[in-house]
């Protein structure tokens, strides 16, 4: 009862409020802020009280919610964040609407159900509509064209990614899982287990944002700060990462899929940490940090290290929705997101900036704050599967420092002596309603670095990280804070970085204008060929019947004709003895008499 | 009881061609709702009433002309029951939509009434004979109301072609039973052409190619996107929505039990249709610019899915029963679903063209800030189309993809891009129809009125919407009454 209500209060209630459309907007943000918080008491609940629940969804295919240690730091998590940023969004008068309330609350439910899920069909269905509510928040000022086309981007990419978990729930089938459910998939028959294991990493791959498909977070930062910072960087982006946490088992069997899983999250950790380093848009830089930080989680899921992952990513929800928070409250009341022309704003809203302040520092590792104690447990599980994974972990959390630093060096530049170009009009202030979930988010973000110590079972933190890894990622954290304090100015931006590595202009073309060309070149053959065809097929019958009637039916009418021509021939031929001339008449039947007198002296 | 529910309309298409054609306009309309809302209601009851298990309820069988084994046979069991639901459904839906109709209404509603006796029997007829009748009759009684002639004639010769190649299997099916019988419950348990052969691979041929016409499957499906542009709101959503599924029943209730062997011999090549029709569909959707032609085109695309399916269930080698059961419970699904969701979407264009005059995607921009509801009801419909969990497109696409990736690895793989293909059409149309500035077509003179849906309109609208998403979000319902029926169907193909 208590899944069920988790579940259906967000779901109902965002459904109501979308549905309604503008009649609700009086009581829009009221209700999402009352209604988060009964989500986020739910959760807690749940978390303590851990339900199971399930019911019958198709054949030997049931539906199944259940909270255990994992789904229960989650369920809070989603609910905390959810409550942080509906109450952010009162405070910005766009988004007090019931559309905007609705969407989230619709996202927050199939956030829920992916987290609490145990088979594999409801997964893939909050998992789809969870990417459909990312479309509809991303797109949410729908008169701006890059927006829309910002949704469009994530929403084909993901379901491109989500492809993988259709073909492994088909998999698991053919494996002989008839339940679908998750805790079984492991032990589907081979080869099939390669196919649902390969599936499943390349749907969790895609959501989040993980290498190749990193690109469609950057479009994604068109959508309103406070989307940004619950869907594309503490739930849903991360929602991938929770699966293949969850998997851990399902990777170790498949052999192959725990060392890739943990490259491309390690790749991407690097190669993203650089991007974002390049980067001169705020949202954009944080963008880029969330993907290298989901890089992390990812790692772990590779390594074996639930715990670890599980950490990383409650700390990275406080930590980057602090930041995104922040970097929203500043767009509204500066009117810029550029780090150019951020300059000083932490002078001019110091709550704000303070609060940036500790985010950015858990962000780069600095102790005690929670980033730094998930990293070091994440990178403690990486080293137990090889030095190079290590390194490449070390070289990512020295990054996020870098970008890190450099964020906030801008922020606390003297205030600039013109004023910088405006992307939107500013309001000159940060609204009363902004500021609570900073506060609250801020003082989270530096003390959950203190939860490894309460979680125990399938969550306490194995392998522990040694005293040197720890001692080792913070000083390489402050060195390298110290050198990019002194050289900021000097890092520049080169285009590949910058550019997020051109992975979007490599999917346009490899993937969306053949596409498109083939299928106007389809168009063109239906038309032209196969409906041509169609209509030639009937022409042809009718020249054929014009063809029969003119030569057909003239060459039988024609033999009728010659029948009745030969009869007149012969008629002619029969006057022609009749002369009226006796010796003919005569001559004739001496003729006939003698032919007469042959026949009958053979015939006998 | 069914014959009851079948006549009904037509009992009142007499009724009313004898009352004069000046009489006010709601009175037709008004009628035809309430025949409508009754026969719905006997539908209801005929569901509460079905017999659990997989066998025929409320049969009534009269004999007809005995010397060739003709006989009025009619029944239900849960593969035509939601058939015959879902026609109830939309046609009670064409009907309240019909209120706005501006044309000759007698005409149109007797018409209109005449079809709905048609399709109602087609779904019920358990004779072949009786099948084929009515499946003639909605050709005839479709194509000639429209008054485009040249998409009419296509779509009458063309459908009737496929019909007389259907004919010719139904003759060959009885030809070939011991005794001579056009009965399909009959045929059935006799199997007569139980070990396959070239005599029996003919008659699935001609089958086969019937009811490929009727669904319509690639190659035979250019006579679709000409019928739908030429065709009313109403008439595209019955089109759609019922006539489509006459051809894929056709296989559920025909081929694949009657010719169980022969059927599993050459599922394959039902599987490789529907693949192609899944993919060729989608992409050619993708090009158009005429979002009649674009829906039409996702027409193929989705009975593309249920040709997967019940291919599938054919392929008795790689999957276990519990894979062909979904598959073949997923088709089911799919008819059910895409007759509501596809309905819903071309009354949807059928209120475009009402208010801008033309189908034309690239003469509209922005309507979103004009007409908020016609904008959020055609992005739901949209999205259930394109298979988003929460919506019954999901629920069939999911058991279909899943139940014949065991059976057929590949080709499932190929026609799961589908649902990637259908995504960026259909985001592509909401952004060219609804999102950016606004723009709308010129009227001749004064700037058109570009109104928002009328109550006649959303009420159709949003109970087919919302009776899609219950589907999708509670399938149990419909799940239960389909399940038994297609055990007891994949067990007749396994025979």
New interface residues.
């Given amino acids: 009862m208590l899944a069920w209500a988790l579940i259906a209060v967000p779901l109902l209630g965002g459904a109501l409020l979308a549905?309604s459309?503008?009649r609700a907007d009086r009581f829009a943000a009221g209700g999402g802020v009352f209604l988060g918080v009964t989500v986020l008491a739910l959760a807690v609940a749940a978390a303590l009280v851990r339900p199971a629940v399930d019911a019958?969804?198709?054949?030997?295919?049931r539906a199944g919610l259940a909270v255990d240690g994992l789904s229960a730091l989650m369920v809070v998590t989603v609910g905390g964040a959810t409550v942080a940023v509906l109450v952010f969004a009162a405070g910005e008068a766009e988004l007090r609407t019931a559309r905007f309330v609705g969407f989230v609350l619709l996202f927050a439910g199939a956030m829920l159900v992916t987290v609490t899920a145990t088979t594999l069909?409801v997964l893939?269905?909050?998992w789809?509509?969870m990417g459909?509510m990312s479309?509809a928040l991303i797109?949410y000022h729908?008169?701006d064209?890059a927006s829309?086309g910002a949704a469009?981007t994530a929403?084909?990419t993901t379901?491109?990614a989500d492809?993988g978990l259709?073909?492994a729930?088909?998999?698991a089938?053919?494996g002989g899982v008839?339940s679908?459910a998750l805790a079984e998939l492991s032990d589907a028959a081979a080869p099939w287990v390669h196919v649902v294991a390969a599936g499943l990493v390349l749907g969790a791959l895609g959501k989040s944002a993980q290498l190749p498909f990193s690109f469609w977070l950057s479009g994604a930062m068109r959508g309103p700060s406070p989307v940004s910072a619950l869907l594309h960087s503490a739930t849903m982006v991360a929602a991938g990462a929770y699966l293949l946490l969850r998997m851990v088992p399902l990777l170790e069997t498949t052999g192959w899929a725990g060392p890739v899983v943990a490259w491309v999250g390690a790749a991407t950790a690097v190669l993203l940490g650089l991007v974002a380093v390049a980067q001169t848009d705020l949202k954009q830089l944080l963008a880029a940090s969330t993907c290298a930080q989901i890089g992390f989680m990812v790692l772990a899921a590779g390594s074996g290290g639930v715990a670890g992952g599980a950490l990383q990513l409650v700390a990275h929800a406080a930590t980057k929705s602090l930041l995104f928070l922040a970097a929203g409250a500043w767009l509204v009341a500066l009117g810029t997101k550029q780090l150019g022309g951020l300059r000083g704003a932490a002078h001019r809203f110091p709550l704000v900036g303070v609060a940036f302040t500790v985010g950015a520092a858990s962000l780069a590792g600095l102790p005690p704050l929670s980033l730094w104690v998930s990293k070091d447990a994440v990178l403690a599980a990486a080293l137990e599967h090889g030095v190079a994974l290590y390194v490449a972990g070390l070289a990512a959390a020295s990054a996020s420092a870098v970008y890190s630093a450099k964020a906030v060096w801008y922020v606390w530049r003297p205030l600039p002596a013109d004023e910088p170009a405006l992307e939107q009009p500013p309001t000159g202030a940060v609204s009363g309603a902004m500021r609570p979930p900073l506060v609250v988010l801020a003082s989270l973000a530096a003390m959950l670095g203190i939860l490894p110590l309460f979680t125990t079972g399938a969550l306490a933190v194995v392998p522990a990280p040694a005293v040197w890894e720890l001692v080792v990622s913070a000083a390489l954290a402050v060195a390298a804070v110290a050198l990019t304090w002194r050289l900021v100015v000097r890092i520049g931006s080169p285009p590949p970085l910058a550019g997020w590595l051109g992975l979007e202009h490599a999917a346009h073309t490899v993937l969306v204008r053949p596409?498109?060309a083939?299928?106007?070149a389809?168009?063109r053959f239906?038309d032209h060929v196969?409906?041509r065809a169609?209509d030639a097929a009937?022409r042809s019958t009718v020249s054929a019947a014009r063809a029969l009637d003119r030569r057909g039916e003239f060459s039988i009418d024609g033999a009728v004709r010659a029948v009745g021509a030969g009869s007149r021939a012969l008629g002619r031929l029969a006057r022609r003895p009749q002369t009226g001339q006796i010796h003919q008449y005569y001559a004739q039947a001496a003729v006939a008499l003698a032919v007469l007198a042959v026949i009958v002296i053979v015939v006998r | 009881m069914l014959s009851l529910i079948v006549f009904l309309p037509a009992v009142l298409a007499v009724a009313l061609l004898l009352m004069p054609g000046t009489a006010p306009r709601q009175w037709f309309v008004g009628a035809w709702i309430g025949v409508s809302l009754l026969d719905l209601a006997l539908v209801v009851a005929v569901c509460v009433g079905l017999a659990p298990g997989g066998g025929f309820s409320f049969e009534e069988r009269v004999p007809w002309i005995p010397s060739v084994g003709i006989s009025y046979h009619v029944g239900v069991d849960g593969l035509s029951l939601p058939l015959v639901a879902l026609t109830a459904v939309l046609f009670l839906a064409c009907a309240v939509f019909a209120l706005r109709e501006p044309r000759r209404i007698k005409a149109y509603v007797t018409l209109f009434l005449g079809l709905q006796t048609v399709c109602l029997g087609l779904f019920v007829a358990l004779d072949l004979i009786l099948f084929f009748l009515f499946f003639d009759l909605s050709i005839a009684g479709w194509g000639h109301g429209e008054k485009a002639r040249a998409a009419a004639l296509k779509f009458f010769l063309y459908t009737f072609l496929g019909s007389l190649a259907l004919l010719l299997g139904f003759i060959l099916l009885y030809l070939a039973a011991e005794p001579k019988t056009f009965d399909i419950v009959e045929l059935i348990s006799a199997d007569p052409l139980a070990g396959g052969g070239v005599y029996a691979s003919l008659a699935l041929l001609a089958i086969f190619v019937g009811l490929a016409v009727k669904t319509p499957t690639v190659p035979f499906h250019t006579w679709l996107p000409p019928a739908h542009t030429e065709a009313s709101a109403t008439g595209s959503a019955i089109l759609a929505g019922v006539l489509l599924k006459m051809g894929t029943y056709g296989f559920v209730r025909i081929a694949m039990p009657i010719l169980p062997d022969t059927w599993r011999q050459y599922a394959l090549v039902a599987v490789i249709v529907g693949v192609v029709s899944v993919v060729y569909g989608a992409m050619v959707a993708l090009a158009q610019t005429d979002v009649k032609r674009m829906i039409a085109y996702t027409s193929v695309n989705h009975m593309g899915y249920v040709l997967l399916g019940v291919g599938a269930a054919g392929i008795l080698a790689g999957g276990d029963e519990q894979a062909r059961q979904l598959a073949t419970t997923g088709a089911v699904t799919q008819m059910v679903s895409h007759g509501l969701i596809t309905a819903a979407l071309f009354l949807l264009t059928g209120v475009l063209r009402d208010r801008g005059g033309t189908y034309d995607m690239g003469a509209y921009s922005g309507l979103a800030a004009r007409t908020p509801r016609f904008a959020g009801a055609f992005a739901v419909a949209a999205f259930a189309s394109l298979g988003l969990p929460g919506f019954s497109g999901f629920i069939a696409e999911f058991q279909i993809l899943t139940g014949a990736l065991p059976a057929a690895p590949v080709p499932t793989v190929l026609a799961a891009t589908g649902i990637l293909i259908t995504a960026g059409l259909f985001l592509i149309a909401l952004q060219k129809l609804f999102l950016g500035p606004l723009r709308i077509p010129d009227a001749p003179g004064t700037p058109r009125t570009f109104a928002d849906l009328h109550a006649s309109e959303t009420v159709p609208i949003a109970g087919l919407l919302v009776l899609a998403t219950v589907i999708g979000v509670l399938p149990r319902f419909l799940l239960d009454v389909i399940e038994p029926a297609s055990r007891a169907l994949v067990e007749l193909v396994a025979r």
Wanted: net charge negative; aromatic share 10%.
């Fill in positions: 549905v459309g503008e019958a969804l198709f054949a030997g295919i069909a893939l269905m909050a789809e509509v459909a479309w797109g729908w008169c064209r829309v469009h929403f084909l379901r491109l492809l259709y073909v729930a088909g998999a089938l053919a008839g679908l596409t498109l083939l299928a106007g389809l168009a239906d196969l409906d169609v009937a």
